[in-house]
């Protein structure tokens, strides 16, 4: 019969690094602690016989501790180079928005609303979605158009970011299509 604890080495191993720093610490203290201190904590005879158990000990601890530390940098230096290329690919769409596109966007910063239903069949309405500017805020069916169902759409926090503080370049492009639709009358 088994004693009812169960020791995982992979769930051990996602361990953070904050939990062995105390192992470290502790570890630490028992190798590198002056020999006088040890004979006035009565310790000076179980560490002479047992001095491997804490080396040991500070080994492993430290380098879970830097690994964790190495793989917390990575992460955050991997989402800051992931969110550099998203915003650029944002801008670069929001540079190339259709009529359609930009009065969608439009209604968002002017309207001042935090969802817009939209036709899920439209195709630009997928392309905003493709590109990571609007994000379907429902499953459930607002109503039903002539374009087909329609879901209430949200803005992405950093495309709704840049928007906000790039709103020129929808409102240009905006004023550049009215312009080419006046020319052509």
Request: glycine fraction near 4%; hydrophobic fraction near 45%; charge should be positive.
């Amino acid at each position: 019969m088994g004693s009812g604890v169960k020791f995982d080495v992979i769930e051990f191993l996602k361990l953070a690094p904050k939990y062995f720093l105390p192992l470290l610490l502790f570890s630490a203290m028992i190798i590198f602690i002056p020999g006088n201190w040890l004979e006035y904590l009565h310790l000076d005879s179980i560490v002479a016989e047992y001095r491997w158990i804490p080396s040991i000990l500070f080994i492993f601890s430290l380098s879970m501790f830097i690994g964790g530390i190495l793989l917390k940098v990575y992460d955050e230096m991997n989402k800051k180079i992931r969110n550099k290329r998203l915003n650029k690919n944002i801008k670069n769409k929001l540079k190339n928005l259709s009529n359609t596109q930009r009065n969608i966007l439009l209604r968002f910063v002017e309207e001042d609303v935090n969802s817009v239903p939209l036709p899920v069949s439209n195709g630009e309405v997928a392309d905003l979605e493709n590109n990571l500017i609007v994000y379907r805020a429902t499953r459930i069916s607002n109503d039903i158009g002539e374009d087909g169902y329609y879901f209430d759409y949200c803005l992405q926090p950093l495309a709704e970011k840049i928007i906000k503080n790039n709103i020129r370049l929808i409102k240009s492009g905006r004023q550049m299509a009215e312009k080419k639709q006046s020319i052509y009358k």
